[in-house]
C-alpha cells in the first residue's frame, strides 16, 4: 500500500496501489499519516518525498469504498464520511508544517485529495502530462483551499476550485503551483536541489516563512462536511462521473 525507501537522508513514500489510482482509501491515509509521521520523527531524514507507482500520482478520495445504496441509507454514513475527511485533513496540514523538505512528484491524474496533497509539499515537482483538478467544492467539501491559495494566490485558487478546472502541466508550471516539470517522473532526484542548510535551520526557516494554519483549513472542512446530505452529494457525484453506455 505503501512503499517507503530510505538512502542519504532522503525517505521516499511511494502510494502503490495503482490499480484504484492510488486513491485515498481510509487505510492509505492511515498508513501514509503513520509513515510521514515516521520521517518526521527520524533526525536523519532531511527530505520527504511523496510519489505514486503507476499511471497517476493519486486520483483522490476513494470514493469507491462508498456503499451502493439509496439516499436516505446513505445519509447515515455522514458522521464516518466526515471522520475520513478530518484525518486527510490531518495529513496536509502534518505535511504543510512538516520540519523538514517535503517533495511531491506527480503524473497522470492529481486530482481532489491527491492534487491538495500535492499542494502541501514544498517541491512539487510534475511530468508535462500531469493533470489536477479540485472537485471537492463540487459536492459542497472545502478542503486544503487556503494552502492552495498560498502557492497560487487566492484569487486563481478560487477560481481553479469553484469553476472545477481541469489544470495541465504549463498552467501549473506558470502560476507557480508546480516547482519543476519532468520529463519522466522518474527522473526526480535530477531536479531535486541539494540543500544548502542542515535540517534544523530549513525548519526554521520553513516556520518563518509559512504560516501555520491547522485551525483555520480544519475549521473549514468541519463547517462545510457536517452540512447535512455530504453522503447524498458524493453519491450523486459519483454516478455523475460515471460513463455513459
Known sequence: MIRR?????????????????????????????ERVEAAIAD???????????????????????????????????DGPLLWRFVRIEQLLATLWQAPLRTVAVAQGRAWGAGADLFAACDLRLATGDTQWRFPGAGFGLVLGSGRL???????RAQDWVAHGRGIDGQTALDSGFVTALLPRAEDWREHLPPLAVDRSTYAALKAAMRPARPDADLAALVRSATRPGLARRIAAYRAASRPRS
Open 5 to 33: 525507501e530510505t538512502a542519504d537522508g532522503v525517505c521516499v513514500l511511494t502510494l502503490a496501489q495503482p490499480q484504484r489510482g492510488n486513491a485515498l482509501s481510509e487505510a492509505m491515509v492511515e498508513a501514509l499519516l
Open 149 to 155: 491559495a498560498e502557492q497560487v494566490g487566492a484569487a
Open 43 to 77: 533526525p536523519a531524514v532531511h527530505t520527504l518525498v511523496l510519489a505514486g507507482e503507476g499511471r497517476n500520482f493519486c486520483t483522490g478520495f476513494d470514493i469507491g469504498e462508498l456503499p451502493e445504496a439509496e439516499s436516505a441509507s446513505v445519509a447515515a454514513t
